[in-house]
């Protein structure tokens, strides 16, 4: 039952925020303060939150595919991990982040969090 609430949480998010960006980079760019100057940065915001709308499918179908559960909270560890050190290493060389940068950062980590437990439980093979 843990895992189909947090897949189910972990993946509307994702899945949700995945759409808008891909939809709207605009929007997305405004909620995280960041200003675009080409149609290379929007098509920047379009490909990464594609990429997010799919790990949010990902978690979703997992609640069906039990086998993907492993996998999808596998695909968050790798992929939050990877944020999560980009984003501390931008706080040392670039300073503190914004109220918005450091609410994306803690969501981050409460996933990254929540994934990592959920992945050493898994007894499901991928």
Do not use: H
């Not at 675009?36 to 997992?62: D, H, K, P, V, W």
């Not at 069906?64 to 790798?78: D, E, H, S």
Request: net charge positive.
């Amino acid at each position: 039952m843990t895992d189909k609430i947090i897949l189910t949480l972990i993946g509307l998010e994702w899945l949700a925020f995945g759409l808008i960006g891909l939809f709207n980079p605009l929007l997305i760019a405004s909620m995280l303060e960041m200003q675009l100057g080409s149609l290379n940065a929007i098509s920047e915001i379009r490909a990464n939150y594609t990429f997010f709308a799919c790990m949010g499918f990902i978690a979703l179908f997992s609640l069906w595919k039990v086998k993907l559960m492993r996998t999808a909270y596998l695909t968050f560890c790798i992929v939050l991990g990877c944020f999560l050190l980009g984003r501390i290493l931008s706080f040392i060389l670039d300073g503190f982040p914004s109220t918005g940068g450091l609410m994306i950062f803690v969501n981050e980590l409460i996933v990254y969090l929540l994934a990592i437990w959920r992945y050493q439980k898994r007894e499901v093979l991928f």
